[in-house]
């Protein structure tokens, strides 16, 4: 009998486990869980919190930035997709987010975003080392 018991138990956690559901109590996501992974272009479509990076300049998206997404408690780390996206799948609240490592290439930002229930997206804009707003390098 036992061993059907803990059987029973395994596929239960297993199920919980692979579906994301966990065992922090009241059934409401955590801020220690992971960064959704899938690709988001229109920030409506998001359930969480979408900080976009693009470069100052070109406006153009970048990848690979690595950010940082804490709330009182807990900070989160993610890096942008080739959408230039970073979407955190967390329950409403007031956030803030930085940059924690530009791209090669790119100047650091100081630059925070306070993010609340209403506002759940940020812009980030970088500039290429040695360049200031509007003097994009045209030259190949």
Do not use: W
């Amino acid at each position: 009998m036992r061993k059907y018991i803990a059987i029973v138990m395994m596929i239960c956690l297993s199920a919980s486990l692979l579906t994301g559901c966990g065992g922090s109590g009241g059934g409401g996501r955590s801020m220690g869980g992971q960064p959704k992974s899938e690709t988001r272009t229109d920030a409506a479509q998001a359930d969480g919190y979408v900080i976009f990076v693009k470069d100052a300049n070109t406006e153009e998206p970048l990848a690979d930035v690595r950010v940082q997404f804490c709330s009182d408690t807990q900070c989160m780390m993610a890096k942008t997709d080739n959408t230039g996206a970073a979407v955190f799948d967390v329950d409403p609240g007031n956030y803030e987010a930085h940059i924690l490592k530009p791209p090669a290439g790119y100047q650091k930002s100081s630059e925070t975003a306070n993010l609340t229930a209403e506002d759940r997206v940020a812009v980030f804009k970088l500039l290429k080392e040695g360049e200031e707003l509007g003097t994009a390098d045209t030259a190949d």
